[in-house]
């Protein structure tokens, strides 16, 4: 039930990757590059090894396929070392972008798969305006249609993370262009 919180994490660590990549672009051969592109191969393959392990469970299940966009290979053909990391983790956060879209628009991924069936952001009542109408079930129809007028907490936390993996994508694909520009400038 924290797909927010992983899509989250997992934009931050993409921008972190890219950003460390760009750094080290302008010594693209030094033994730290070669320890990040090392390390950065070595945490996709142990987050697919997490995803598949998280795959079993239901609960678990829209994390897992978060961890499965860190592992899954998007490189782009012809970069190499630090410039194929920072790329790699444009490609990524692109991914979270979308996966964070579809966690926002789709509330049962918050939920631990289970969405709620009241209309978001609509006001419904529940009780008629029957001759009979009590002052108490007239007040439950107007608290009942401002809770469901208002997006539920975990429609909002949905939204922030979109908001913040989007923030994170932009500096990504950013220092990704900047690994891409020193690496060219270096050759």
Not at 3 to 10: C, E, H, K, Q, R
Not at 11 to 18: D, H, K
Not at 74 to 92: H, P
Not at 178 to 185: I, L, V, Y
Request: charged share 25%.
């Amino acid at each position: 039930g924290r797909v927010s919180d992983a899509l989250v994490a997992s934009a931050m660590y993409s921008q972190n990757i890219a950003s460390a990549a760009a750094d080290l672009a302008p010594t693209a051969t030094s033994d730290l590059a070669r320890q990040l592109e090392s390390r950065f191969d070595g945490d996709r393959a142990r987050a697919q090894t997490l995803a598949t392990s998280l795959g079993t469970n239901e609960l678990s299940a829209p994390a897992a396929r978060v961890l499965e966009l860190i592992a899954t290979p998007t490189a782009v053909s012809g970069d190499t070392g630090v410039v194929r990391v920072a790329s790699t983790a444009a490609g990524v956060a692109e991914q979270l972008v979308q996966a964070a879209e579809e966690s926002a628009s789709d509330p049962a991924d918050e939920a631990g798969g289970q969405a709620s069936t009241a209309p978001r952001g609509r006001a419904t009542t529940e009780v008629t305006a029957a001759p009979d109408t009590t002052a108490a079930q007239t007040a439950h129809a107007r608290a009942n249609a401002t809770a469901t007028a208002r997006p539920r907490p975990d429609q909002r936390k949905a939204n922030e993370a979109l908001r913040a993996v989007k923030r994170a994508a932009e500096e990504t694909r950013a220092a990704a262009d900047r690994a891409k520009s020193q690496g060219h400038d270096r050759d």
